[in-house]
């Protein structure tokens, strides 16, 4: 574990107990601070409290799904630098394209492979913003109401 893992705090919007569990343990084995809650709404309001450096997602969620909650994320320029990874139990064909176009900037198929779940955090977490956020300034819509 690195200091760096040690400060590195991970938002996880999961409704699946199970999925929690598994999440949970892997992140914080690996010396990450996982923060969980079980839905979009509450991802939002966590983030505003103290934003995490990494968003993931479970796409498919009640109260408020992962494609809204991204949405939201990418108008808020309190988020702007904070990475969008969408977690998605579906492997059709377009799902993938879907998550980056509601704002995700990448996405892992549920269940998680545990190392290439922690390779894909740590790419992320180690990507120089200037890399990839003006992809995502550019699906921000100004004139829609996110209150």
């Known amino acids: ?22 999440f ?4 914080r084995n690996a010396g990450y601070d996982a923060t969980i809650v079980e839905n979009g709404l ?19 969620m009640p109260v408020m799904d992962g494609y ?3 949405w939201r994320i990418i108008q808020d320029p309190l988020f702007d630098n904070i990475p969008i990874l969408a977690l998605t139990a579906r492997a059709m064909q377009g799902d993938a394209e ?10 892992l198929s549920k269940p998680i492979q545990r190392m290439a779940f922690l ?7 180690q990507r120089e913003p200037g890399e990839w956020m003006p992809e995502r300034l550019a699906k921000r819509v100004p004139q829609r109401d996110v209150a």
């Open 68 to 70: 809204e909650t991204a």
């Open 98 to 107: 879907r998550t980056l176009e509601a704002g995700c900037d990448d996405y």
């Open 1 to 22: 574990m690195t200091s760096t893992q040690e400060a590195t705090r991970i938002l996880v919007a999961e409704d699946d107990p199970t999925n929690q569990y598994v």
């Open 119 to 125: 390779e894909k955090i740590a790419y992320w977490l």
């Open 24 to 27: 949970r343990t892997i992140l």
């Open 42 to 60: 509450l991802a939002l309001e966590r983030a505003r409290e103290s934003p995490p450096r990494l968003f993931l997602l479970d796409m498919m």
